[in-house]
């Protein structure tokens, strides 16, 4: 299964990650793995070239989380809100079996 984490605290979008294999085929045929893959670091690039967002990637062998170092923009707001709809929609259908995404409060306002 796929774990994807947003974390967000005052209603603010502070962090982002993605751990994990969805398991829903095999190797090189994982339409589910391919498409959450492919929305993360889209959303990644797009951010760094389309907002003035500065932000760290740390990566391990298994996850990678991407923190913002300031607040997010406009731009990156709407970037991150795209990155959850389609999330969200592929977890809608093919099921929390394969990917499962939470949205962490931090706290604040």
Same mark, same amino acid.
């Given at each position: 299964? @796929? *774990?994807?984490?947003?974390? @967000? ?7 982002? +990650?993605?751990?994990?294999?969805? /398991?829903? +085929?095999?190797? /090189?045929?994982? &339409?589910?793995? =391919? +498409?959450? %893959? $492919?929305?993360? !670091? *889209?959303?990644?690039?797009? &951010? ?8 760290? =990637?740390?990566? %391990?062998?298994?996850? @990678?989380?991407?923190?913002?170092? +300031?607040? !997010?923009?406009?731009?990156?707001? #709407? #970037?991150?809100? $795209? #990155? &959850? &709809?389609?999330?969200? /929609? @592929? ?13 962490? *409060?931090?706290?604040? *306002?």
């Amino acid at each position: 299964m @796929i *774990n994807a984490e947003v974390s @967000i605290k005052d209603n603010k979008y502070v962090a982002f +990650s993605c751990a994990g294999h969805a /398991g829903f +085929s095999d190797k /090189g045929k994982d &339409i589910v793995c =391919a +498409s959450v %893959s $492919a929305l993360v !670091i *889209n959303t990644a690039n797009a &951010i760094e070239k389309l907002s003035d967002c500065d932000f760290n =990637a740390v990566a %391990s062998e298994d996850k @990678i989380t991407y923190v913002f170092k +300031s607040e !997010i923009d406009d731009k990156a707001l #709407l #970037l991150m809100d $795209a #990155l &959850i &709809i389609g999330l969200e /929609g @592929i977890q809608k259908e093919y099921g929390k079996k394969y990917l499962q995404l939470v949205k962490k *409060n931090l706290g604040g *306002n």
